[in-house]
């Protein structure tokens, strides 16, 4: 070859990629905040299962609405299924504690219904926000041509 130095190809990518994921290193502000999605599940789980046994039918969508509200947020402001998982996860956890009872043999559910319901419905939501696809960027190109 002489002397001539290439000039690289345009439009290729850089080899300066950067990590995302679990591949990505760790982010201390990130970590606190996936905490905090945590506490405010609980807290969530907590409201919920005092609503719901509360005032049945309409306790139990309230508070159905709140969990689907509380998942689908985080899922939107942190583009990851994480941000849905994190409060999830606080959620069930809470909801567990609270299944266990108290020594008095009562327990802060009000029916067996109301608890199935809530038990399964937020996990059915839980779940539908973790594995929905990607919502489309802002101003991203439809790919057709006179759009």
Same mark, same amino acid.
Request: include cysteine; charge should be positive; glycine fraction near 18%.
């Given at each position: 070859?002489?002397?001539?130095?290439?000039?690289?190809?345009?439009?290729?990518?850089?080899?300066?990629?950067?990590?995302?994921?679990?591949?990505?290193?760790?982010?201390?502000?990130?970590?606190?905040?996936?905490?905090?999605?945590?506490?405010?599940?609980?807290?969530?789980?907590?409201?919920?299962?005092?609503?719901?046994?509360?005032?049945?039918?309409?306790?139990?969508?309230?508070?159905?609405?709140?969990?689907?509200?509380?998942?689908?947020?985080?899922?939107?402001?942190?583009?990851?299924?994480?941000?849905?998982?994190?409060?999830?996860?606080?959620?069930?956890? !809470?909801?567990?504690?609270?299944?266990?009872?108290?020594?008095?043999?009562?327990?802060?559910?009000?029916?067996?219904?109301?608890?199935?319901?809530?038990?399964?419905?937020?996990?059915?939501?839980?779940?539908?926000?973790?594995?929905?696809?990607? !919502?489309?960027?802002?101003?991203?190109?439809?790919?057709?041509?006179?759009?």
């Amino acid at each position: 070859m002489s002397g001539k130095q290439r000039t690289p190809r345009t439009g290729a990518p850089s080899r300066d990629v950067r990590a995302t994921g679990l591949a990505a290193p760790l982010n201390p502000g990130r970590i606190a905040a996936y905490a905090g999605l945590a506490v405010l599940g609980a807290l969530v789980g907590i409201a919920g299962a005092l609503v719901q046994a509360a005032w049945f039918p309409g306790g139990l969508l309230l508070a159905l609405a709140a969990c689907a509200g509380l998942f689908y947020g985080g899922r939107c402001v942190f583009g990851t299924q994480l941000g849905a998982l994190a409060p999830a996860a606080g959620w069930l956890i !809470s909801v567990l504690l609270l299944l266990g009872g108290r020594p008095e043999g009562d327990y802060v559910f009000g029916d067996e219904t109301g608890l199935t319901l809530f038990l399964l419905g937020g996990m059915v939501i839980a779940v539908i926000c973790a594995t929905m696809s990607r !919502s489309p960027q802002p101003g991203a190109d439809s790919g057709r041509p006179g759009k």
